[in-house]
């Protein structure tokens, strides 16, 4: 049986990176989940936020670089009100504008910081998996599922434990994707 879950993506254009990255990670979770990730308007569409689209996200995912940008305040609202799970994650190693330290403070979100890509993608990913085992069965995930999400969770926690530093590895500034590989961190 498949499983069809929705995610909300708030973020700027300048967090094109860990969207690609995101894509990839979810594309590579159990073949019986099915995901619509829908994502901010870009500059040039129409600024107004997918209401439906957030009404039906089971997640929400806001990511923060530099600046904020309309309407993802709006979207931040809109997922609270409709009882999706909500991620947040900010880049430190980008320098915010004063709109987005201000947004950043009063906006009442438990951000989790990451410095680059590769390490956003990690803490997600783990949060992702850790939310679909305390979740279930709200998420109608099988038990073969759980299985592999759980044994997928504890790899993680062997190969980069919570307070350790993380490891640099993979193909540094360019690599090949291969279709069916899983993703190791």
Same mark, same amino acid.
């Given at each position: ?6 995610? @909300?993506?708030? +973020?700027? #254009? ?15 979770? #159990? &073949?019986?989940?099915?995901? $619509?990730?829908? &994502? ?12 439906? =689209? ?5 997640? @929400? ?9 309309? #309407? ?5 609202? =809109? ?8 991620? =947040?994650? &900010?880049? $430190? ?6 709109? +987005?330290?201000?947004? +950043? &403070? ?20 783990? =949060? ?18 759980? /299985? ?18 993380? /490891?640099?590895?993979? +193909? ?14």
């Amino acid at each position: 049986m498949d499983r069809s879950l929705a995610l @909300y993506v708030s +973020a700027a #254009p300048e967090m094109d990176a860990e969207c690609e990255r995101l894509g990839q990670l979810l594309a590579d979770t #159990p &073949r019986s989940i099915r995901w $619509v990730i829908k &994502r901010t308007p870009g500059p040039h569409e129409n600024a107004n936020p997918d209401l439906g =689209a957030l009404a039906a996200s089971q997640f @929400y995912l806001i990511l923060l670089g530099t600046d904020i940008v309309a #309407p993802v305040g709006v979207e931040l609202q =809109a997922a609270r009100r409709s009882g999706a799970h909500v991620f =947040a994650y &900010r880049n $430190v190693e980008a320098t915010p504008t004063p709109a +987005a330290s201000v947004f +950043a &403070r009063d906006v009442q979100v438990a951000w989790q910081g990451y410095h680059s890509v590769q390490e956003f993608i990690q803490h997600f990913e783990r =949060a992702l998996i850790t939310q679909f085992v305390e979740g279930t069965p709200g998420y109608g995930l099988m038990l073969s599922d759980l /299985e592999e999400l759980s044994k997928r969770l504890q790899a993680l926690e062997e190969t980069s434990p919570e307070g350790a530093a993380d /490891e640099r590895r993979g +193909a540094g500034r360019g690599g090949v994707i291969l279709p069916g590989t899983p993703f190791e961190g």
